[in-house]
């Protein structure tokens, strides 16, 4: 399970990518070949209806960017300004970074709630209570996206779900750096999932491998 959570951002990512990647192509190859005057085939294309894609993939490229942004924190590759920190002393130092950390936390915290809240209210209540055969009273359903008519509750549920993730992985980092002193460095010539080869130096001519 903890394995899982370690790399849960990649693998929403991952699917969110690759599966907005497929529908754009649908969408594409459909409008182009729908032009093409094939008796039969041109009918049926025509008859398909594609007008939903362009606004699903617009929702997954938003939680792509939400959950993007806690692989960020995770993996500290979040743009930061720290030439003054890295100039203070050692003990101020790491308060200073606790104290980022403490308010990225706080803040993420805070944006999780207020959007669970606004989750809530926009018709995710309606929802549990009718699944539960609870009477929902004056609770109003909420409102439906335009082309793929989902309650708008489902996508909203991106800002909280992702800012919640973001939190954890703020309290993860400061939790690692509390007991290492040690804070996540991104290294762009490492790819995660390969292992490190290694190049014996009698094996490199001129910047290249032989």
Known sequence: MLKFLDHLEEWIITFLIG????????AVVHRYASGIPIPGLQNWLISLNFSWAQELCIY???WMAKFGAAYGVRSGIHVGVDVLVNQLPTEWRKKAV????IGGATFTGIIGTLGARFVW????????????GMDVGDVPQ???SPDLEWPTWIIYSAVPLGSYLMCFR???????????GELPSHNQAHVDGLDEETIN??????????
Request: hydrophobic share 55%; with cysteine; glycine share 8%.
């Open 121 to 132: 209210e926009n018709g995710m209540h309606y929802a549990i209570f009718t699944l539960m």
């Open 60 to 62: 997954m490229f938003v």
């Open 170 to 180: 703020f309290l993860q980092v400061m939790w690692n750096f509390i007991r290492t």
């Open 201 to 210: 130096d009698d094996s490199i001519i001129k910047g290249g491998v032989k």
């Open 142 to 144: 909420g409102p439906t």
């Open 98 to 101: 606790l104290i980022a950390l």
């Open 19 to 26: 599966a907005a990647t497929v529908i754009i192509f649908c």
